[in-house]
């Protein structure tokens, strides 16, 4: 599987990409695909304290409520 990265999406855009590790190794991109090797590796590295973790934050759709 692949994660598709689009910082144009992120929910959270603007309050945590100062703390995201997308924005420090790679400076703000309009969209970016990694692997879920590529998503461990950042994992990893962010578990080791040697970069932020990802702080991407996916919008979800409202629930859907079907009147009685």
């Known amino acids: 599987?692949?994660?598709?990265?689009?910082?144009?999406?992120?929910?959270?855009?603007?309050?945590?990409c100062h703390?995201?590790?997308v924005t420090v190794l790679?400076?703000?991109p309009p969209?970016?695909?990694?692997?879920?090797?590529?998503?461990?590796?950042l994992d990893a590295l962010?578990?080791?304290?040697l970069v932020p973790p990802l702080r991407l934050v996916r919008p979800v759709s409202a629930p859907v409520v079907e009147s009685a």
């Open 1 to 16: 599987m692949t994660t598709r990265i689009d910082c144009d999406t992120c929910v959270v855009r603007g309050l945590a």
């Open 19 to 21: 703390d995201c590790v």
């Open 26 to 28: 790679l400076g703000p």
């Open 31 to 41: 969209e970016l695909m990694i692997d879920d090797e590529e998503l461990r590796a």
């Open 46 to 49: 962010a578990e080791g304290g």
